[in-house]
């Protein structure tokens, strides 16, 4: 398995719901990772689990509240969020970087955030 | 901090023909890794080619190849034989190799460039 798997591929949320976005990957990775792209932009970093701890957040504001159960899932929950949040949020897996090998990123296929 | 620049937004190649997109980057580093990516309208960031900086050869895999400049902070990927599923967003990525064991690390990506691929 060489991929990785997110749900749900769409969501529209009201600014007063809470929701979930999925991640999952059976690679054996044990770093994963949050981006969000706006529309013509390149990915921008959220957050960085590695060995299920948290060990990047990029100043992220706390309605979204990022989650790692184990090492094959990563969970980024949603409360409040605002319109300017719309955005394509892609999740990412690699192997630890170490010194040695590139530790290429597997990205997913993102999931598409509309908050009305 | 590193930064990456890709400083065309668009490019347009016919089928079968070559076309180069430019990808430059400012680092104070001397050891780090080089990525492009590429992400088609079904939105999924797929690796095309990686380069090691310590490596001088370019790197190669099948119609993609690169031309690796490490003194001019160059970074310029090549596809020969240009097909239609080519077509996609093109992003150039720099990744520091100085890392402590066990933190994950950034990808910095540049601002992308749309490449089409006309008959």
């Known amino acids: 398995d060489t991929e990785v798997t997110q749900t749900p591929k769409h969501l529209v949320m009201g600014m007063t719901n809470k929701k979930s976005l999925k991640c999952e990957q059976h690679m054996g990775h044990r770093a994963m990772y949050w981006y969000k792209q706006k529309a013509k932009k390149p990915p921008e970093l959220m957050f960085v689990y590695s060995y299920e701890k948290l060990s990047i957040n990029e100043s992220v504001p706390s309605r979204f509240s990022p989650e790692c159960p184990n090492s094959s899932l990563l969970n980024l929950h949603l409360h409040a969020l605002q319109p300017e949040d719309s955005a394509l949020y892609l999740c990412?897996?690699?192997?630890?970087?170490?010194?040695?090998?590139?530790?290429?990123?597997?990205f997913g296929a993102g999931s598409r955030l509309t908050v009305l | 901090a590193q930064t990456v620049t890709q400083s065309q937004p668009e490019m347009s190649v016919q089928e079968a023909e070559t076309v180069t997109l430019s990808c430059t980057y400012d680092?104070?580093?001397?050891?780090?890794?080089l990525f492009w990516y590429k992400q088609p309208p079904s939105r999924q960031m797929i690796l095309v080619i990686r380069?090691?900086?310590?490596?001088?050869q370019n790197a190669t895999e099948n119609r993609f190849s690169v031309n690796f400049q490490k003194a001019a902070k160059s970074f310029s990927l090549k596809i020969s034989d240009s097909q239609l599923g080519d077509a996609a967003m093109y992003f150039c990525a720099y990744r520091s190799a100085l890392l402590m064991t066990g933190t994950a690390s950034k990808l910095t990506f540049g601002t992308g460039t749309r490449l089409q691929v006309t008959l």
């Open positions: 680092t104070s580093e001397s050891d780090y890794y």
């Open positions: 380069q090691e900086a310590y490596k001088q």
């Open positions: 990412a897996s690699s192997q630890v970087p170490g010194r040695s090998g590139a530790n290429v990123l597997t």
